[in-house]
């Protein structure tokens, strides 16, 4: 059995493993301090007291998972890369504009995301 929480994880260790691949160290070690920063930010961003950024990326997986854990793992990674992408331009915009801004719009984002399957995120 596959839980939601399995299929953050594995998108965690993509993101943060991705720069690993080219062989220069150097580069390699740059890459993987932008990279680790880049997702340290929005994770600060988008956590807040009623939802934080691991929850709702548990939510995410959660509502989109298709019964099946192969079919599931074919685009899980596809859909939680572009709710990714749109944390980090939110995060950009966030800090020009206030922190509140970017929690706020990831517990709509997430809120909505998961009422479609009948969920209450504020519900422990």
Same mark, same amino acid.
């Given at each position: 059995?596959? =839980? #939601?929480?399995?299929? /953050?994880? &594995?998108?965690?260790?993509? &993101?943060?493993?991705?720069?690993?691949? #080219?062989?220069?160290?150097? %580069? !390699?070690?740059?890459?993987?301090?932008?990279?680790?920063? &880049? =997702?340290?930010? @929005? $994770?600060?961003? %988008?956590?807040?007291?009623?939802? $934080? /950024?691991?929850?709702?990326?548990?939510?995410?997986?959660?509502?989109?998972?298709?019964?099946?854990?192969?079919?599931?793992?074919?685009?899980?990674?596809? @859909?939680?890369?572009?709710?990714? @992408?749109?944390? @980090?331009?939110? !995060?950009?915009?966030? &800090?020009?504009?206030?922190?509140?801004?970017?929690?706020?719009?990831? %517990?709509? !984002?997430?809120?909505?995301?998961?009422?479609?399957?009948?969920?209450? %995120?504020?519900?422990?």
């Amino acid at each position: 059995m596959i =839980f #939601p929480w399995m299929y /953050a994880a &594995i998108f965690i260790c993509l &993101i943060l493993g991705l720069p690993f691949i #080219p062989e220069n160290p150097t %580069i !390699t070690l740059i890459l993987a301090i932008i990279n680790t920063s &880049i =997702f340290g930010c @929005v $994770s600060y961003f %988008i956590h807040s007291r009623h939802l $934080s /950024a691991w929850r709702g990326l548990r939510l995410i997986c959660g509502s989109f998972m298709s019964g099946c854990g192969n079919i599931t793992f074919l685009y899980i990674f596809f @859909v939680l890369f572009f709710y990714y @992408v749109q944390a @980090v331009l939110k !995060t950009i915009q966030g &800090i020009r504009q206030s922190r509140e801004f970017t929690q706020n719009w990831w %517990i709509k !984002t997430v809120s909505e995301r998961a009422k479609s399957n009948g969920w209450n %995120i504020l519900r422990k």
